[in-house]
């Protein structure tokens, strides 16, 4: 008697499975924008020099650092209203993360513009170079690089960058006050995780300038939560990319911090069964964080619109629900037999 009631329950369950499985595939074929996505963080803003504006030109080569690569950093400084760079500029920058100062040195550019080629190794940084003694600082042969060999970006994470204009337009003058400039450069990781909702197993990748340890499908609450042993400071601008199975989840989506936060979010279709998602924290203003105090956490929840069906859920519920009804039915049984002894 239950057992064929319940063999009735599990083929609706399956129709009602694939019936939302139909539905499920036909609602998502929209199309999306292409987002373009951010490889470090927010530019910094221009700097004044009496009535000049200068500003801060920054690429890297690749545009996505991976911890440990060689990279070369391309460091420009333009007159805004002249549309080219001023000439012999000498700066100091700071590499630092966490708090903790990495990397510090003078460099010089007669042209305006220095390249530098930073190649990862162990021990601590050295530059090589030409040593310039009327600035003070290390230049580089035109066309080519100064390298820097050592530990600067070989791990992942957001690396804050201070550049300091100590001089311009000569070489041998300084400022009165340095123009400074404040800019993120993130260093990223690619990883791949295994999440598994009931007896189905899915792949999602992350590419991010964190290390991520645990990725969680939560397939009730539609989430993804993807969690760092790090802090992930909502005070740092970041950015990195998850790769989901659009199978397994789609969107439109959202994305925040534990707390609340709001993240800007852009997919992708990167190929047809899969979606890429470019999560960006946004630079808050620190007087915000003063207020409510320092929020900051170590996950980051991804909502889909949609995830996908439960339908091995009905099966799996029916056979958890067989299996109350059997353990109740020997309970009774054994209440019964019990009762038997008493009497
Ligand atoms: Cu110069």
Do not use: C
Request: overall charge negative.
């Amino acid at each position: 008697m239950i057992q064929l009631s319940g063999n009735g329950h599990a083929k609706t369950a399956v129709y009602v499975g694939f019936f939302s499985a139909l539905l499920f595939s036909t609602m998502t074929l929209f199309s999306v924008p292409e987002a373009a996505a951010q490889h470090h963080g927010a530019p910094p803003p221009p700097a004044s020099l009496g009535d000049r504006q200068v500003a801060l030109n920054f690429d890297s080569s690749p545009k996505v650092i991976s911890a440990g690569q060689t990279v070369v950093i391309n460091i420009g400084f333009e007159d805004l209203d002249k549309q080219q760079n001023v000439q012999h500029v000498t700066f100091r920058m700071e590499v630092s993360k966490d708090g903790k100062a990495i990397f510090t040195d003078f460099f010089h550019g007669h042209a305006g513009e220095v390249k530098l080629q930073f190649r990862s190794s162990n021990s601590s940084p050295t530059v090589n170079g030409n040593f310039d003694t009327l600035s003070g600082a290390w230049v580089g042969d035109p066309g080519s690089s100064i390298v820097v060999n050592g530990n600067v970006f070989s791990d992942p994470g957001i690396y804050k960058t201070l550049v300091e204009v100590t001089g311009i337009d000569n070489d041998k003058t300084d400022l009165p006050e340095p123009l400074t400039y404040e800019f993120n450069i993130l260093v990223f990781v690619s990883q791949s995780f295994e999440v598994s909702y009931q007896d189905m197993k899915f792949n999602v990748k992350t590419v991010s300038p964190i290390q991520i340890s645990e990725a969680d499908f939560m397939q009730d609450e539609k989430q993804l939560v993807i969690t760092s042993a790090d802090m992930i400071n909502r005070t740092n601008d970041f950015s990195l990319r998850i790769d989901v199975p659009k199978e397994m989840m789609s969107g439109p989506f959202t994305a925040t911090l534990e707390d609340g936060t709001e993240l800007g979010i852009a997919e992708n279709a990167s190929d047809p069964s899969m979606r890429s998602l470019v999560i960006t924290g946004r630079q808050h203003d620190a007087s915000i964080d003063m207020e409510g105090g320092m929020r900051h956490g170590h996950s980051i929840v991804i909502i889909a619109t949609n995830v996908v069906p439960e339908f091995p859920a009905g099966i799996a519920s029916l056979a958890a629900a067989l299996a109350i009804m059997s353990v109740t039915l020997a309970a009774k049984r054994h209440s019964f037999s019990s009762a038997g002894k008493t009497y």
